[in-house]
T-cell receptor, first 116, second 109 residues
């Protein structure tokens, strides 16, 4: 059974550009959540989607957005990139429709974003 | 204030030297406590979920326990391949998982 797949794995962008990251959840999983990981802040929650609806959102500026498609695949977008957006962006999926807090979530390998 | 605190930040062990990692939390209405292992450059790998005080789970050399205020990850006779960062996360009603900063474990032979 394939795990969570994230693309691209590595990318370099220039300040002011935008970026789109993609995530395919484990087959049968309907909930997808996104996290940002940096050495100083650790793992920070961005947002969670279930059945194409955003159910939960972390404390990030509006430059960070996401969406989920009918096949449960998800994308996140960061516009007007800043140097501080350099991080590992992790996608995680879970099985059921309950709140993320009660479910085990499974992570992908992440997308490494470097902003120069 | 941090709701999930892991200690120590870093731990160095000799192969075979057992020890414990701590995860203390202050959330109310715990919906689950999760342990993950993360190797450099990779995403976190799920280890255990604990739901109620007194619960214990084991996997190979790892054993996780849970009380009302903290969880321990006990590592028995560790091997170099156990070297990784161990992350703890708690689920609180109505919110996403809250992660601690992690404990980086190094096991030398």
């Amino acid at each position: 059974k394939a795990g969570v797949t994230q693309t691209p794995r590595y990318l370099i962008k220039t300040r002011g550009q935008q970026v789109t990251l993609s995530c395919s959840p484990i087959s049968g999983h309907r909930s997808v959540s996104w996290y940002q990981q940096t050495p100083g802040q650790g793992l920070q929650f961005l947002f969670e989607y279930f059945s194409e609806t955003q159910r939960n959102k972390g404390n990030f500026p509006g430059r960070f957005s996401g969406r989920q498609f009918s096949n449960s695949r998800s994308e996140m977008n960061v516009s007007t990139l800043e140097l501080g957006d350099s991080a590992l962006y992790l996608c995680a999926s879970s099985l059921s429709g309950r709140s993320v807090s009660g479910n085990t979530i499974y992570f992908g390998e992440g997308s490494w974003l470097t902003v120069v | 204030e941090d709701q999930v605190t892991q200690s120590p930040e870093a731990l160095r062990l000799q192969e075979g030297e057992s020890s414990s990692l701590n995860c203390s939390y202050t959330v109310s209405g715990l919906r689950g406590l999760f342990w993950y292992r993360q190797d450099p450059g990779k995403g976190p790998e799920f280890l255990f979920t604990l739901y109620s005080a007194g619960e214990e789970k084991e996997k190979e050399r790892l054993k996780a326990t849970l009380t009302k205020k903290e969880s321990f990850l006990h590592i028995t006779a560790p091997k170099p391949e156990d070297s990784a960062t161990y992350l703890c996360a708690v689920g609180e009603a109505g919110t996403a998982l809250i992660f601690g900063k992690g404990t980086t474990l190094s096991v030398s032979s």
